[in-house]
Nanobody, 128 residues
Framework: QVQLVESGGGLVQTGGSLRLSCAAS????????MGWFRQAPGKEREFVAAINWSGSGTYYADSVKGRFTISRDNAKNTVYLQMNSLKPEDTAVYYCAATPVRYFSGRNFQSEYTYDYWGQGTRVTVSS
């Protein structure tokens, strides 16, 4: 069982930056690939970024590529999402998720059904 707690959300102006953190409980964190998803008001949850167990593989949605960076620190049981050049359309609740495999298969990192564990979310609001 893995419990995930996100933090770092808030209100930021267009063009600003935020760093989200997701702290995981348990000693098996390094065995899990991780992902970030987001859900904007009135919309379905969508994939943002993912990372394999070692950090050697990272994956991004086209909408955030070049602006967001996912990373992890296995010694701290934490995954991060650095968000730069934020836009109003980035406004959403951001969720981190974990799947008990070290590597993704194909492009399944994009599917929320790949992940077994979810955090409660942290809200990001980007003002124009």
């Amino acid at each position: 069982q893995v419990q995930l707690v996100e933090s770092g959300g808030g209100l930021v102006q267009t063009g600003g930056s935020l760093r989200l953190s997701c702290a995981a409980s348990g000693h098996t964190f390094s065995s899990h690939a991780m992902g970030w998803f987001r859900q904007a008001p009135g919309k379905e949850r969508e994939f943002v970024a993912a990372i394999n167990w070692s950090g050697s593989g990272t994956y991004y949605a086209d909408s955030v590529k070049g602006r967001f960076t996912i990373s992890r620190d296995n010694a701290k049981n934490t995954v991060y999402l650095q968000m730069n050049s934020l836009k109003p359309e980035d406004t959403a609740v951001y969720y981190c998720a974990a799947t008990p495999v070290r590597y993704f298969s194909g492009r399944n990192f994009q599917s929320e059904y790949t992940y077994d564990y979810w955090g409660q979310g942290t809200r990001v609001t980007v003002s124009s």
